[in-house]
């Protein structure tokens, strides 16, 4: 199973960006996905995560507001819609996902399936 995650890019403060995450080699549908994000020299932070059975869905206070996490069930796919960019959410982004309902979302070690990361570059 390999989660690609793709719409990384350069944008001004205040910008939008769209990333996309997609599953290939299942054809499981994952029951949780989400996104996390690292800047260099810091740990990993949860960023968002949507349960598919529940509809529930969780962002990190410091992007409340700002992001939308959405999901395509039967495409087996997520997206993470970021508008009104700061310069502190430059990051590398990962998706995540697992087969389970995940409870405790914000943890890293709680996802079997990890993307490769997209550079996210907001200029101020």
């Known amino acids: 199973v390999q989660l690609q995650a793709f719409g990384g890019g350069l944008v001004q403060a205040g910008g939008c960006l769209r990333l996309?995450?997609?599953?290939?080699?299942?054809?499981?549908?994952?029951?949780?996905m989400g996104w996390f994000r690292q800047v260099p020299g810091k740990e990993r932070e949860f960023v968002a995560a949507i349960i598919r059975s529940s509809g529930e869905i969780y962002y990190a206070d410091s992007v409340k507001g700002r992001f939308i996490i959405s999901r395509d069930n039967a495409k087996n796919t997520a997206s993470l819609q970021m508008n009104s960019l700061k310069p502190e959410d430059t990051a590398v982004y990962y998706c995540?996902?697992?087969?389970?309902?995940?409870?405790?979302?914000?943890?890293?070690?709680?996802?079997?399936?990890w993307g490769q990361g997209t550079q996210v570059t907001v200029s101020s």
């Open positions: 995540v996902a697992d087969r389970a309902h995940i409870y405790t979302y914000t943890r890293i070690s709680a996802y079997d399936y």
């Open positions: 996309s995450c997609a599953a290939s080699g299942t054809t499981f549908n994952f029951s949780s």
